[in-house]
């Protein structure tokens, strides 16, 4: 891999994908990732070998692939900071909720190829998915870099940019909704006698099971989840519990609030 890329603003979203590039192949001297706090840079650099800088500008000279990791609310003056900087034909990604690509774009010189993406935190380990969709000077080639680098945190999936929204909602934050299902399983486990340790052994590994065997064997969810349910037996009980608590009317109501949230960072 010969482009260099630049990582603007590496908190916790910028450090998974420098995480998961770099696990996947990427190597240091191809990436440069920029902090506000030197101390910052310096455990970065300590980490994972990157050069770090506190000069936005000087970090997208000479970038291919500018990727822009601050919260929403910092996009516009960062981008108005690089533009005159970025390389010819350098494409920027923004990965913050509710930017969309006609706000990037006027904010940099016109014909910037740019592509709102939303990543998921398990990218640190190669384990995320990004949805990808492209501004109007976007080429295929611009594409193809794109997802040749977050192709190295996990899948990707190209989606109409008015999708933006719900996947922000879904994919974007759902890994918190999955933490807190470990979470308060792990709980219950200790609230039913087990010890901590084995309690979030066996919650983790559940989800992750559950996971793996959804994609693997490509059947329905519900069709997997009647596999389980015996007749009148013990997870018809629990699951009869989570109905009576409306598990699915929250989370109908999460992702239409965070769908509605990420419109709102975007207005
Ligand atoms: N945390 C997550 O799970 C996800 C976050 N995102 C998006 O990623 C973006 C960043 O979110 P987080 O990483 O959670 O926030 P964060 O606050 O951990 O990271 C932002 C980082 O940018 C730095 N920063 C701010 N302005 C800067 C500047 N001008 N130059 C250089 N560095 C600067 C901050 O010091 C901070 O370290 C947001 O726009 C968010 O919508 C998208 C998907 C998932
Ligand atoms: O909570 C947020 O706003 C960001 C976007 C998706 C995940 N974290």
Redesign the pocket.
Known sequence: MTERVAI?????????ILAGALGAGWSPGEIVA????SE?GAALRERFGVVTL?D?AAAVAGAALVVV????K??P??LG?IGRSLADGAVVV??????TTPAMESELPAGTPVVRT????PAQIGAGITAVAPGTAATDAHLALVERFLGGTGDVVRVAEKDMDAV?ALS??G??YVFLVIEAMTEAGVHAGLTRDVAARLAQQTVLGAARLTVESGEHPAILREKVTSPAGTTAAGLRALEDAGVRAAFLAAIAAARTRSEQ?GA
């Open positions: 603007l603003g590496t908190g916790n979203m910028g450090e998974a920029t902090v506000r706090a910052r506190t936005n990791a601050v919260k929403p910092g996009v003056a960062l900071e923004s990965v913050a909720a509710g930017v939303m990543p998921n935190t922000t974007g934050g890994p918190a960072l």
